[in-house]
């Protein structure tokens, strides 16, 4: 099905590309439907960082399917729990 | 019959008389044929689905797909264009019939069409064709495993979709509905109950649904695709708009 399900964030960081560009990331979509490129699944874990500012095209996109989406989160938040509270604040 | 066919994407006024892109493909034989609107799914204006427009082509029809993310911009590749537009929370449905009616208009304009011009979606779009068939003109409506017809949308959704059981008493056109029985947004029960109110409105209907197959068989670049019934459901399509639309 198409979940229609989005959950849309404001996020401060930057990305890079497309083209090997770097730019400044200012959302985040994420939502669990139909890939476009990772077909090991019916439905992944869709995250675009971008910039709406720059137009559709400043997205940087990932395809996961739900268990690596799970073993990402997950890192992301052992990786912030390893560093020094003081560094992770903001 | 000939199989040579014309594809090209053309630019005209939708809703709102924004400016939209529609992907043609049209027969290198004279008319008088039938016309389709091909709805896209949630993922978009895409490869797949254009190859879908020129499979009716092929089959005698002229065909059109709006693309209803035209609105992010012309230079967005399909995909940037979905993420955008679904970022902003999807397509509105007074819009989709807005754009619905401009492709079905433009087919009609053609100095092939017979006069006649029908529907169809995929997944989300399934829904859409639904919606299309309650509000625009047509001659034909197919719902491919569209979400939502019938059943209440789980809480929190992001997106404002709604079920169309208020619209349905003003369905236009007949409805053939195909419908996988491993689906779970349709689920068998919700086509159960979208067959019941069709018959019991009165309105001519046929629904076929497969088992072994669940939501997106017709997808053949997906995992989900089931060939026994995508060649059965492009057959009940074909033999659907040749009653309908004379093709």
Redesign the interface.
């Known amino acids: 099905?198409?979940?229609?399900?989005?959950?849309?964030t404001s996020l401060a960081g930057s990305a890079k590309g497309p083209e090997s560009a770097w730019f400044k990331v200012t959302?985040g979509?994420v939502?669990f439907?139909?890939p476009?490129h990772n077909?090991?699944?019916?439905h992944t874990l869709n995250i675009?960082f971008?910039n709406?500012e720059k137009?559709?095209?400043a997205?940087v996109?990932v395809e996961l399917t739900a268990a690596s989406a799970r073993e990402l989160a997950a890192a992301i938040e052992a990786a912030l729990a390893s560093a020094p509270a003081a560094l992770t604040a903001a | 019959m000939s199989d040579s066919l014309t594809a090209d994407t053309i630019r005209t006024s939708g809703h709102n008389a924004d400016e939209i892109e529609i992907y043609l493909a049209r027969p290198q034989t004279p008319g008088p044929r039938g016309g389709v609107v091909v709805i896209h799914h949630l993922p978009g204006y895409d490869r797949s689905t254009k190859e879908i427009v020129r499979h009716f082509a092929e089959l005698g029809y002229d065909a059109a797909m709006p693309n209803l993310y035209s609105r992010e911009g012309f230079d967005s590749s399909p995909d940037d264009a979905a993420a955008a537009a679904r970022a902003k929370g999807g397509v509105p449905d007074e819009q989709l019939i807005g754009d619905v009616a401009a492709s079905a208009a433009y087919l009609r304009a053609l100095d092939s069409s017979n006069g006649k011009v029908g529907v169809i979606g995929y997944c989300s779009g399934g829904r859409q064709a639904v919606l299309s068939a309650c509000n625009v003109g047509l001659d034909a409506a197919v719902d491919c495993y569209g979400a939502f017809v019938t059943g209440t949308p789980p809480e929190g959704f992001p997106l404002k979709v709604t079920n169309l059981v208020d619209q349905l008493p003003n369905l236009k056109c007949p409805l053939l509905g195909l419908f996988g029985n491993d689906d779970s947004y349709p689920s068998p029960a919700q086509v159960d109950e979208l067959e019941q109110i069709l018959s019991d409105l009165g309105k001519p209907h046929q629904f076929h649904r497969y088992d072994g197959a669940g939501h997106a068989f017709f997808s053949v670049d997906r995992p989900a695709y089931r060939p026994e019934a995508a060649v059965d459901g492009w057959e009940q399509i074909e033999n659907f708009y040749k009653t309908n639309l004379g093709g």
Do not use: L, S
Not at chain 1, 1 to 8: K, L, R, S
């Open positions: 099905m198409c979940t229609y399900a989005t959950i849309t959302d979509t939502y439907d139909h476009v077909m090991a699944a019916d675009d971008t709406p137009g559709p095209g997205r996109a």
